[in-house]
């Protein structure tokens, strides 16, 4: 219920009027009357369905690299031997420590110096790769029996063919659990593409709430409803991705 409670007060929000939420005192629960026109402002004058389709191809282009880099590449740091295996490997584990804040600075000069500032290419290239996933995909794949793996080379199976067919299906609740994960880290990113994007079409939806508050004046009816309407697609990635991302959290604490 203490989860619930923030959620509830959102949406129970977004059909109050700016007055009922400012100056009312004490503050209401229950709207008094069920106002809608914090969503017909956010739908209808504010181009909010752009925003949606642009967080929508990000977060399915950065998701959909991340699982792909992140199982393979956690499949090579758990099946083969290579010179710098473990130095590499503890390197890429080291980043994991580092905060966006240090980062921000040379992320930003690398993106303009490749001429992306101010494009969507510009927030999706530098998050195509993901050391968390490329960690939890390789503890997944040292589960792997190489049995599996020796079989599939005796019966004429190529490295790739090994990986699709075998490496695929046994770590898929790792990849619904890294789906979610990421998906929902690209759909509420907020600081990059605050800094890259500076044409109002090229926004993300992450940043349609500080859209919708004034230099001068805060509107809280329309960033509540703002908010319940960005929510939605993640809780729908979740509800569809729910079985596997328990199993994959589950196979996690076991490991």
Known sequence: MVAVFPFLWMVLSSFKTNREILLTVPPTFLPAAFYTGG?????????????????????????????????????????????????????????????????????????????????????????LVSAFGIFMCRQFCESVPGELLDAGRIDGASELGIFLRIIVPEITPAMSALTIFTFMGSWNNYVWPLIVINDQAKMPVS?????????????????????????????????????????????SGIK
Do not use: C
Request: hydrophobic content about 60%; overall charge positive.
């Open 39 to 127: 969503y017909l402002k956010v739908l209808f004058d504010a181009p909010f369905f752009r925003w949606m389709l642009n967080s929508l191809f990000i977060g399915v282009t950065t998701t959909a690299a991340v699982v792909f880099t992140s199982a393979l590449v956690g499949y090579i740091y758990a099946k083969f031997q290579f010179f710098g295996k473990r130095t590499s490997f503890a390197i890429i584990l080291l980043t994991l420590m580092i905060p966006f804040e240090v980062i921000m600075i040379p992320e930003f000069l690398i993106v303009s110096g490749l001429g992306l500032l101010n494009s969507l290419s510009g927030i999706i290239v530098p998050s």
């Open 207 to 251: 940043l349609a709430i500080s859209y919708f508050n004034g230099a001068h004046m805060v509107h809280p009816s329309y960033v509540m409803a703002a908010a319940v309407l960005i929510v939605l697609p993640v809780l729908a990635v979740y509800l569809v991705f729910q079985r596997q991302f328990v199993e994959g959290l589950a196979l």
